[in-house]
C-alpha cells in the first residue's frame, strides 16, 4: 500500500519540486554518510521507485543539509574535502541550504575527543596551532568556494565541550584552559569571517554544545574570554545522554537565546522508531534512549519528533537538524562492526521507504 508520505515526495519529484534554503524554520538533515552508503549498494525508496536521497528529503521538506568534515582521516575516504564537495553539489542541486561541520580532527570529534590532526604543531605550541586551524579553514573554504560554492553557516568545531586539539582523549568533566580554547576557536572564527568578507557570501558562525544541561556554563566561560563573534549557538540533543526531558527543553532554549542574545538551534538529534535490528552492527540508541511518553514504534518517533519541533519553535529556535536519517544498513562496515548503527533511528524503515516522522519533523509548518 502507497502511504501518504509516499505520495507527498512522488508528488514533489514529478512537480519538479526544490526548495531554494533555509528560510525561516531550519528543516535540516544531516546527511554525511549517503555517498559511502549509495557505494555500498543502498538503494532508496518512493513507493516503488528508487529515488536520489537528497531529493528524497527535498520533496518531505527538508531545507538544510548538514555535512561533516575530517581533515586527513587515514580509516575511511569519506567525509574528506573531496567527498564533501561532492554532498554540497547534490545538496545545492536539491535547492538545500548546506551547513559545513569542521571536526577539527583525523577522527571522530565529540565530548572528551577533541584530537589533534596528525600533521598539525604539537598541542602544546598554541600559536603554530591557532594558526594552522586558521589556514586550514580558509583554504578549505577557499577550496570549497572553487569547486562546489561556499556553505551558509559553518560549525567551528563539532561538540566542542571539552579541550581542543589535544593529544589524547579526555574526561567530559575535565578543567579547561579557556585562554588556549578562546584563541582557537577566535582564529578559526577569524577564518570564517575572512573568506565571507572577501567573497561577499555571508556565512553564519556556530558554536556547537552537546547537551543543553552544558550550554550555560560553556557559553558564559566562552564570553568571559572574548569569544563573541558567533551568530548560532548549536546544541546536540539525545534524551539518551541528555538530564533535560522534552518537557523542560522548551523553557531551556528559551532562556539560553535570551541569556546569550542569539539564535539556537537543535544540530543533532534522533529517536528510534524500533528497537529492532537488521544486522550485525549494534544499535547505538536501544531502551535507554526512550522517553516514557514516545514508543520506540514509527508512530512514537513521529510524536516525539512533533512535540521537539514544537518545543523549539516555541521557544524561537531556529529549527532542527536530525542526525544521519539516512544511515540504513548495507554492505559498508564500520571499525565496530558490518551494517549500520543506527538503522532504527534513521527516518526511513528498513525497505528505505520513509517512515512518518520525515513528516513530523520536515513538513513545511502552515
Not at 4 to 23: E, I, K, M, Q, S
Not at 230 to 257: H, M, N, Q
Request: hydrophobic share 45%; aromatic share 10%; net charge negative.
Amino acid at each position: 500500500m502507497r502511504r501518504p508520505w509516499d505520495r507527498l515526495v512522488l508528488f514533489a519529484l514529478a512537480a519538479g519540486f526544490v526548495v531554494t534554503g533555509a528560510r525561516g524554520e531550519w528543516r535540516g538533515v544531516d546527511l554525511s554518510y549517503v555517498n559511502e552508503l549509495e557505494d555500498c549498494g543502498a538503494v532508496y525508496r518512493s513507493g516503488s521507485a528508487s529515488v536520489d536521497p537528497y531529493a528524497l528529503f527535498a520533496g518531505s521538506g527538508a531545507n538544510l543539509v548538514r555535512l561533516r568534515l575530517w581533515v586527513a582521516p587515514t580509516w575511511t575516504d569519506y567525509s574528506t574535502l573531496e567527498d564533501v564537495t561532492k554532498s554540497m553539489r547534490r545538496a545545492r542541486s536539491a535547492g538545500m541550504t548546506v551547513l559545513l561541520d569542521f571536526h577539527y580532527s583525523d577522527d571522530w570529534a565529540h565530548p572528551g575527543k577533541q584530537l589533534r590532526p596528525a600533521g598539525w604543531p604539537a598541542s602544546d605550541d598554541v600559536e603554530a596551532l591557532a594558526a594552522q586551524l586558521h589556514d586550514y579553514t580558509k583554504e578549505t573554504l577557499e577550496a570549497l568556494e572553487r569547486s562546489a560554492g561556499l556553505p551558509d553557516i559553518v560549525a567551528v568545531g563539532n561538540e566542542i565541550n571539552t579541550a581542543l586539539l589535544v593529544d589524547e582523549e579526555t574526561a567530559v568533566d575535565a578543567p579547561i584552559d579557556w585562554s588556549r580554547k578562546a584563541h582557537l576557536l577566535q582564529a578559526g572564527i577569524a577564518a570564517v569571517r575572512d573568506v565571507s568578507r572577501v567573497s561577499g557570501h555571508p556565512m553564519d558562525v556556530m558554536l556547537h554544545v552537546a547537551q543543553p544541561e552544558n550550554v550555560q556554563g560553556w557559553f558564559d566561560a566562552a564570553l568571559d574570554h572574548g569569544v563573541s563573534d558567533f551568530d548560532v549557538i548549536g546544541i546536540s540533543y539525545y534524551p539518551k545522554w541528555s538530564r533535560v526531558p522534552l518537557a523542560e527543553l522548551g523553557d531551556t532554549l528559551r532562556a539560553l537565546k535570551e541569556r546569550f542574545e542569539r539564535r539556537v538551534a537543535i544540530v543533532e538529534t534522533a529517536y528510534p522508531w524500533t528497537l529492532d535490528s537488521r544486522d550485525s552492527a549494534g544499535n547505538l540508541l536501544g531502551a535507554d534512549s526512550l522517553e516514557t511518553a514516545y514508543a520506540a514504534t514509527p508512530d512514537g518517533q513521529a510524536a516525539f519528533l512533533r512535540d521537539l519541533r514544537a518545543s523549539v519553535r516555541r521557544a524561537g529556535g531556529e529549527g532542527v537538524i536530525y542526525w544521519e536519517p539516512a544511515w540504513v544498513t548495507s554492505s559498508c562496515e564500520t571499525r565496530w562492526g558490518k551494517g549500520s548503527h543506527w538503522e532504527n533511528a534513521t527516518l526511513l524503515d528498513f525497505d528505505h521507504r520513509l517512515l512518518p516522522g520525515a513528516a513530523a519533523l520536515l513538513a513545511p509548518h502552515p
